[in-house]
């Protein structure tokens, strides 16, 4: 019962590097987001995706890059890494049948610090 | 400024209490509130979904109640347990699942 899986739990990364976060899911949801989760602070949307194919920019997404090739992956990539992006990162994803009313699943989130 | 606050900031409480988890919003247009449940180093978990028409909604020993009017809703955790402490978010909707807003959370501790 794997639901959604979030690769690798903890990274630091040193500024300029790059590295993509890997987010899978089995549950057939065609919807998928990406977090991030400062402290003291609501987590911010950065991308989101409808289905394979599909992405749109969310409230934070400069610095990050998505693609949905499938509808189990949904990878965050990161090309420059600033210090900025030191922050814990959530990957998501529901169903929608009605559009609105659907729980979404977490993934248990990556640690990631750029020093 | 965030449109989603709640209060307090954390809280501490004994085994077996009660306690009651405040949210305000103004966000608009109102689609759905929700309250998820993460533990320490995990992801958030669904505890209730509330749409305008309700106003009360129960999960176990978990209820919230939803005031549109005031834009208020609460989290009221019945007879509490160990386990129970956790940070607990509540989200508004305004729209689609795209466009929901966090709140910063309420850090529980149920101490023994």
């Known amino acids: 019962n794997a639901g959604v899986t979030q690769t690798p739990k903890f990274r630091i990364l040193k500024i300029g590097q790059s590295m993509t976060l890997q987010c899978t899911q089995d549950?057939?949801?065609?919807?998928m987001y990406w977090y991030r989760q400062d402290p003291g602070m609501g987590l911010k949307l950065i991308y989101y995706s409808v289905g394979a194919g599909i992405t749109d920019k969310g409230e934070v997404p400069n610095g990050y890059n998505v693609s949905r090739s499938t509808t189990e992956d949904f990878p965050l990539r990161l090309e420059l890494a600033a210090p900025s992006q030191t922050s814990v990162y959530f990957c998501a994803s529901s169903h929608t049948v009605e559009g609105r009313d659907q729980p979404q699943h977490f993934g248990d989130g990556t640690r990631l610090s750029i020093l | 400024k965030n449109q989603v606050e709640q209060s307090p900031q954390s809280l501490i409480i004994l085994e077996g209490k009660n306690c009651t988890l405040q949210c305000n919003y103004t966000v608009s247009p109102f689609s759905n509130l929700r309250w998820y449940k993460q533990d320490t180093g995990r992801g958030p978990v669904s505890l209730t979904i509330m749409t305008f028409s309700e106003n009360t909604k129960s999960n176990g020993r978990y209820t919230a109640t939803l005031d549109a009017d005031t834009k208020q809703s609460s989290l009221h955790i019945t007879a509490s347990q160990l386990s129970d402490s956790a940070s607990y978010i509540c989200?508004?909707?305004?729209?689609?699942?795209?466009?929901?807003?966090f709140g910063a959370g309420t850090r529980l501790t149920v101490k023994p």
């Open positions: 549950m057939n949801h065609n919807y």
């Open positions: 989200v508004v909707s305004a729209g689609d699942n795209n466009d929901m807003r």
